[in-house]
T-cell receptor, first 115, second 111 residues
Framework: SAVISQKPSRDICQRGTSLTIQCQVD?????MFWYRQQPGQSLTLIAT?????????ESGFVIDKFPISRPNLTFSTLTVSNMSPEDSSIYLC????????????FGPGTRLTVL | GENVEQHPSTLSVQEGDSAVIKCTYS??????FPWYKQELGKGPQLIID?????GEKKDQRIAVTLNKTAKHFSLHITETQPEDSAVYFC??????????FGAGTRLFVKA
């Protein structure tokens, strides 16, 4: 299994500012994933983060808006840049169990409100 | 690409009754179907899963069925309890690590 922690758990930010969300996993994993969950909605994959290479972004998400760092095999950050109220969401970090990759684990999420 | 539809969006049952949530998927090559439970303020947690070579799987009060021909899969919760109240997501995976999630079902279990 994998235990994931995220910081901060929630934040209220002003439009135009940026917020960096941290994700820490209790074991080394090859890939880490960032999801967005808009209020009352499903989970949408933002990007996949591999150590030592640039993150791979899904359609509709760009590096300038959501820069990601992956400095080692247990840690990643997601920055939400130049925020607007439309960015108000829960941001979730996720990993797959290794070596068995069936089970996908999620962090508790960061609830972001942009005023 | 894969698309997963989930119904109903909201489900209210009396404690002790059964609850059924249904999903359909579009890509017949999808081969893994997990179900997640998300409680308020928490991330989704895997509760049961099924592979495409299996028709049914059961774990205590929870069961999942899969109809590959119709591309349907369902979650069945028997003897519901108030602690079953949460949002449930179905999902489909087509190999790799890309998981496509349904829109979610908010389940209320009334005591």
């Amino acid at each position: 299994s994998a235990v994931i922690s995220q910081k901060p758990s929630r934040d209220i930010c002003q439009r135009g500012t940026s917020l960096t969300i941290q994700c820490q996993v209790d074991s080394q994993v090859t890939m880490m994933f960032w999801y967005r969950q808009q209020p009352g909605q499903s989970l949408t994959l933002i990007a996949t983060a591999n150590q030592g290479s640039e993150a791979t972004y899904e359609s509709g998400f760009v590096i300038d808006k959501f820069p990601i760092s992956r400095p080692n095999l247990t840690f990643s950050t997601l920055t939400v840049s130049n925020m607007s109220p439309e960015d108000s969401s829960i941001y979730l970090c996720s990993v797959f169990g290794e070596p068995s990759t069936d089970t996908q684990y999620f962090g508790p999420g960061t609830r972001l409100t942009v005023l | 690409g894969e698309n997963v539809e989930q119904h109903p969006s909201t489900l209210s049952v009396q404690e002790g009754d059964s609850a059924v949530i249904k999903c359909t998927y579009s890509d017949s090559a999808s081969n893994y179907f997990p179900w997640y439970k998300q409680e308020l303020g928490k991330g989704p947690q895997l509760i049961i899963d099924i592979r495409s070579n299996v028709g049914e799987k059961k774990d205590q009060r929870i069961a999942v069925t899969l109809n590959k021909t119709a591309k349907h899969f369902s979650l069945h919760i028997t003897e519901t309890q108030p602690e079953d109240s949460a949002v449930y997501f179905c999902a489909a995976r087509l190999g790799g690590f890309k998981t496509i999630f349904g829109a979610g079902t908010r389940l209320f279990v009334k005591a």
